[in-house]
């Protein structure tokens, strides 16, 4: 995916309009976050699902290519 792309989401409306929508999810959540970046694995906040978030973090950092 190419970094324009992403960058073109993140400041779009319809970007913006995503982002509030995860926010609206994530104020749903039970039990509420307490902290940032709170995970969660198919609905349920786990230290397992925390564990996971460096290796997806670093995918999402340094896989984005040209394609």
């Given at each position: 995916?190419?970094?324009?792309?992403?960058?073109?989401?993140?400041?779009?409306?319809?970007?913006?309009?995503?982002?509030?929508?995860?926010?609206?999810?994530t104020?749903?959540?039970?039990p509420?976050?307490?902290?940032?970046?709170?995970?969660?694995?198919?609905?349920?906040?786990?230290?397992?699902?925390?564990?996971?978030?460096?290796g997806?973090?670093r995918?999402?950092?340094?896989?984005?290519?040209?394609?």
């Amino acid at each position: 995916m190419n970094f324009t792309t992403v960058s073109d989401c993140v400041n779009s409306t319809y970007g913006n309009k995503y982002e509030h929508d995860m926010a609206m999810l994530t104020e749903m959540l039970h039990p509420h976050h307490t902290y940032v970046p709170w995970i969660t694995l198919n609905g349920v906040m786990s230290q397992f699902s925390l564990s996971l978030f460096p290796g997806f973090i670093r995918l999402c950092l340094f896989d984005i290519s040209d394609d």
